[in-house]
Nanobody, 123 residues
Framework: QVQLVESGGGLVQPGGSLRLSCTASGSIFGINDMGWYRQAPGNERELVATITSGGTTNYADSVKGRFTISRDNAKNSVYLHMNSLKPEDTAVYYC?????????????????WGQGTLVTVSS
């Protein structure tokens, strides 16, 4: 059993900031890449930011310079710091992680998703 739980979503005014958290739990032997995705009403789920086990980050062009992804391997957690929020950022944000468990062959990872947390940017 592996589970990702997100928190930190809510209502914020344009220009405001918000911090999302995601923690993995269960029988985890290791975690490779982690990331944040979002899905707005009427749109497909899109990548927001990713971070490798070594700390290399990647961001969608729409959030570069405003969002920062980070992780704490000791806590099996990943975070998304969002600044200068815009109404276009309104979406359900999902945490994603590639984890290694006993049932996963060497060199392979199980992709796990969180339940999602809603971020609403509105005045």
């Amino acid at each position: 059993q592996v589970q990702l739980v997100e928190s930190g979503g809510g209502l914020v005014q344009p220009g405001g900031s918000l911090r999302l958290s995601c923690t993995a739990s269960g029988s985890i032997f290791g975690i490779n890449d982690m990331g944040w995705y979002r899905q707005a009403p009427g749109n497909e789920r899109e990548l927001v930011a990713t971070i490798t086990s070594g700390g290399t980050t990647n961001y969608a062009d729409s959030v570069k310079g405003r969002f920062t992804i980070s992780r704490d391997n000791a806590k099996n957690s990943v975070y998304l710091h969002m600044n200068s929020l815009k109404p276009e950022d309104t979406a359900v944000y999902y945490c994603n992680a590639r984890v290694r468990t006993r049932s996963v062959p060497p060199g392979r990872y199980l992709e796990v998703w969180g339940q999602g947390t809603l971020v609403t940017v509105s005045s």
